[in-house]
């Protein structure tokens, strides 16, 4: 039955026994439906309004079929996937292993590889139903914490280049430089064409470069600074990030499993938690390698690069440096800038960064609550190299992993990060978002 070309939504929703195995097939069932529905309707680019509120009935009714059965059975898939919590699967491979094991409760790869070729705007948001089973992994106890331990394990990557940086102290990632400097590892982001925003590629390397300097027992500081980039009006200056690539959004580059949620529990809690190493051990401290992070701003923070500020112990910044979390104008959840920033800041001034848009000079009263010292240019090499010698004292990592614990419980960065899997990736496919970075793609290619 068709009103317009559009398939009326008709299957009454799955009922559920509590038995596993066959809650699975009625879920695998109706969604089954549904993509039959969806089959019938044009591309999403093609759709005229009747054919989109049919798709959106669909996937609504889906979506909540999905909730539904893995509010019940979420850490019973979870305990499948991972053989019992003995295998720790990082997300993108637990998510694919849930595609196989349990059709229709997360997309498959081949509606994965079909997403990958359209810009945001015209996929038909598969990504979503992702977050809501990353969503309730998370929310669980048992389920959230063991991912979270997943994806504080070194990646292999870094495992294989760890003996030549142990050797040489360089490491010359596509998008990052790790230079060993005494006892520090510099990290470079060296995304020049694009103020250094952060985009897939840079995340990944990220990861290693963070892992690398976890790794190296002759490391003792983490250096976190931005490159020289290629940008008209900041030619030839450093910069430390202009946050997510908008482009790359625009474009359909930014994923939900290796960006958007990838990065906040791969190499941004790394540096905040530090690099799990011995998953049987019993205590925190046992369990894993955590070191002093200092980050120097030059020019500014912007967005993503921002929240990298909020983990850091020390940040130095250029005295026409500034920070801010344009959450408002993009649209979209700023990371977990809406969890940290108000410990720094207090509420009423986190309220103006996050829903106003405010820019905090570094220089500023308030600019001071988010970085420790300001320095002219000329002096930065120097005061770079204080802090790495203050930063390394012995008892420096200690009293870190006592503030983290103290300041970010576990469970309340879980729990955060269970909201933030749906929110977000909500927002990311949002008309309001959609409208915005295609205007501003345009604006770009009307300046070319």
């Known amino acids: ?49 009747p054919q989109r509120q049919a798709a959106d009935r669909v996937h609504t ?3 909540a079929a999905r909730r539904t059965f893995l509010a019940r059975h979420v850490d019973a898939v979870y305990d499948l996937l991972t053989d019992g919590r003995t295998s720790h699967l990082r997300l993108p491979a637990l998510v694919r292993a849930a595609a196989e094991r349990f059709p229709g409760l997360v997309p498959s790869t081949a509606q994965m ?69 005494g006892h520090a590892a510099e990290v470079t982001f060296r995304n020049a064409h694009c103020l250094n925003a952060e985009d897939a590629g840079l995340i990944a390397d990220l990861e290693t470069a963070v892992d690398l300097t976890l790794l190296d027992d002759q490391v003792r500081v983490g250096v976190l600074r931005g490159g020289e980039v290629d940008h008209p009006r900041y030619r030839g200056r450093r910069v430390f990030s ?4 908008l482009s790359e959004l625009r ?27 011995d998953v049987a051990a019993g205590t925190w401290s046992d369990r894993t390698v955590a070191k002093p992070w200092l980050g120097v701003v030059d020019s500014f923070a912007i967005g993503g690069g921002m929240q990298l500020l909020l983990v850091l112990d020390r940040v130095i910044a250029e005295p026409d440096a500034y920070f801010s979390l344009p959450a408002a104008e993009e649209g979209i959840v700023p990371g977990l800038g809406n969890l940290r920033l108000t410990r720094l800041t207090g509420a009423r ?34 005061a770079i190299d204080r802090a790495v010698e203050e930063l390394g004292a012995p008892a420096v990592a200690a009293n870190r992993r006592m503030l983290v614990l103290a300041e970010e419980p576990l469970d309340v960065f879980r729990e955060y990060l269970a909201e933030f899997a749906y929110a977000q990736v909500l927002r990311a496919y949002s008309d309001d978002v959609l409208a915005k970075v295609e205007r501003r793609w345009q604006r770009r290619g009307a300046r070319r």
């Not at 290796?258 to 791969?266: A, K, Q």
């Open 1 to 49: 039955m068709t009103t317009t070309g559009a398939p009326v939504w008709e299957a009454a929703a799955p009922g559920l026994s509590g038995v596993l195995d066959d809650d699975a097939r009625a879920l695998a069932g109706y969604v089954a439906v549904g993509e039959r529905a969806l089959a019938g309707l044009p591309p999403k680019a093609g759709r005229d309004g």
């Open 61 to 63: 009714a889906c979506r």
């Open 113 to 181: 590889a079909a997403e990958r070729r359209h810009v945001q705007a015209d996929k038909e948001g598969r990504e979503i139903d992702q977050g809501i089973f990353c969503a309730a992994v998370l929310r669980s106890a048992t389920a959230g914490r063991h991912l979270i331990d997943a994806m504080l394990r070194p990646t292999p990557r870094a495992l294989g280049l760890l003996a030549d940086f142990r050797r040489t102290g360089v490491a010359e990632l596509d998008a990052v430089l790790v230079e060993r400097r």
């Open 242 to 245: 202009a946050g997510i690539n």
């Open 251 to 277: 474009d359909g580059a930014i994923p939900l499993l290796e960006f958007l949620l990838g990065r906040e529990l791969g190499y941004v809690n790394k540096m905040c938690r530090g690099l799990l190493v």
């Open 349 to 382: 001034l986190a309220r103006q960064v996050v829903l106003g848009g405010r820019r905090i000079p570094a220089a500023s009263a308030e600019g001071r609550l988010i970085c420790d010292e300001v320095v002219e240019p000329q002096d930065m090499r120097d």
